[in-house]
């Protein structure tokens, strides 16, 4: 038969156990919620951004240097190569093999004159930056240097190619997250673009 004192003195193990056992059980429960967003079939790219809606984060960086859009040298980015303009936002870098294969599609986007492209070089050697826009075409009418990956940060961004598209404003009205394809382009970036053009 078990005395109270005997309860007492098998008390401090059975805390231990709970204490050893406690982490695992925390383990699980993030491994269920992990695997269940993962099961959901949900891409990141469908995550809303907490900066749709607001105003853009400022923007200040240097040029990337020895650049060059339409024979001239290429301008840093700054608030002033967006001020007024339905603008794409694209953060890219050349050891992005996603944005490798999104040039294209960024060229393509250039050539619409409702929009000016711009791009946020991040995290780049200046030299392979200029390597990738001399061999895929650079789409980017002025190009920001983010050596530290500052105003990517600022930007809120999840990983790169992501891209931003701000209106007249300074809003950001719409962001994606990975490279375009057909479909984010159909649903996504063409109806915003409209969007912003009529105003609403």
Do not use: H
Request: proline content about 8%.
């Amino acid at each position: 038969m078990e005395t109270p004192a005997t309860a007492d003195s098998n008390r401090p193990g059975k805390v231990r156990i709970v204490l050893a056992l406690l982490p695992l059980l925390i383990f699980a429960g993030l491994a269920v919620i992990f695997w269940s967003q993962l099961d959901s079939g949900r891409s990141i790219s469908e995550i809303p951004s907490a900066l749709i809606g607001t105003k853009a984060p400022s923007l200040d960086m240097p040029p990337l240097e020895g650049a060059t859009f339409k024979g001239a040298d290429m301008p840093a980015l700054t608030d002033a190569a967006i001020k007024g303009k339905l603008t794409l936002v694209n953060v890219w870098a050349s050891w992005c093999v996603p944005c490798r294969e999104e040039n294209p599609i960024i060229l393509e986007l250039a050539k619409d004159p409702r929009l000016t492209v711009v791009g946020i070089n991040y995290k780049d050697q200046t030299g392979n930056a200029l390597r990738f826009l001399g061999e895929l075409g650079n789409p980017f009418s002025a190009v920001g240097v983010d050596s530290r990956g500052k105003a990517a940060i600022d930007w809120g961004v999840y990983g790169i190619p992501e891209s931003y598209l701000v209106d007249a404003s300074g809003t950001i009205v719409y962001k994606r997250v990975g490279p375009f394809d057909d479909r984010s382009l159909k649903e996504g970036l063409y109806p915003a673009i409209e969007k912003a053009v009529a105003g609403k």
